[in-house]
């Protein structure tokens, strides 16, 4: 069993920055593709960023590009999301997620991890 704990998230103000993390235990980090989504009161979750296992690939969320960044600390078993320039349109519960699987797959697609942490509210003001 996989277990995730997200933490990080909080009030900002349009313009600011946060950094999430994502704790994982139970099993071995570097073997995980690792994700985030975030969702918005009545809307579905939706993908913000994903990392390979590697660390050699990153994917964004075309919302996002440019101000989020991913990244892992395999030695730590964490993965962190840099989030820059926050918007408004930002507010939402960010998820992280894992994919132990080795077939093929598509990184924004929820049903492709799993494993999925607790989520962690990030509110951004204006």
């Known amino acids: 069993q996989v277990q995730l704990v997200a933490s990080g998230g909080g009030l900002v103000q349009a313009g600011g920055s946060l950094r999430l993390s994502c704790a994982a235990s139970g099993r071995t980090f570097s073997g995980f593709v690792m994700g985030w989504f975030r969702q918005a009161p009545g809307k579905e979750r939706d993908f913000v960023a994903a990392l390979s296992r590697g660390a050699g690939s990153t994917y964004y969320a075309d919302s996002v590009k440019g101000r989020f960044t991913i990244s892992r600390d395999n030695a730590k078993s964490t993965v962190y999301l840099q989030m820059n320039s926050l918007k408004p349109e930002d507010t939402a519960v960010y998820y992280c997620?894992?994919?132990?699987?080795?077939?093929?797959?598509?990184?924004?697609?929820?049903?492709?991890?799993?494993?999925w942490g607790q989520g962690t509210q990030v509110t951004v003001s204006s």
């Open positions: 997620a894992a994919r132990s699987r080795t077939t093929n797959y598509d990184v924004a697609s929820t049903s492709t991890y799993d494993y």
